[in-house]
């Protein structure tokens, strides 16, 4: 958790949960609609959501081909099959 959400979440009230990422998560999964406004801050999140991902796939894909080239050769069996921007 990041210092200013600990700093405002050490200043509630004893009754406010702690910060969890399954909350908003969970949040999310029942209010999808949330998602698909085009305005506010929803496209400039999903944005960055899309950008960290795309970092992350790049990662695991990098890992994932070490690996197969470590300890299986060409026969990996990762579901990875091609780089990321090529699924």
Known sequence: MSKQAEAAFAVMPVDVPEFDHFTPAAWLIRNP???DAKTGA???TLD???TIFEACNKLLWGF???QARLVAGPGCLC???QPPGEL
Do not use: D, G, I
């Open 33 to 35: 609609k949330v998602l």
């Open 64 to 66: 994932c081909e070490a």
């Open 42 to 44: 929803v496209p400039k």
């Open 79 to 81: 579901v990875l099959r």
């Open 48 to 50: 960055r959501a899309q």
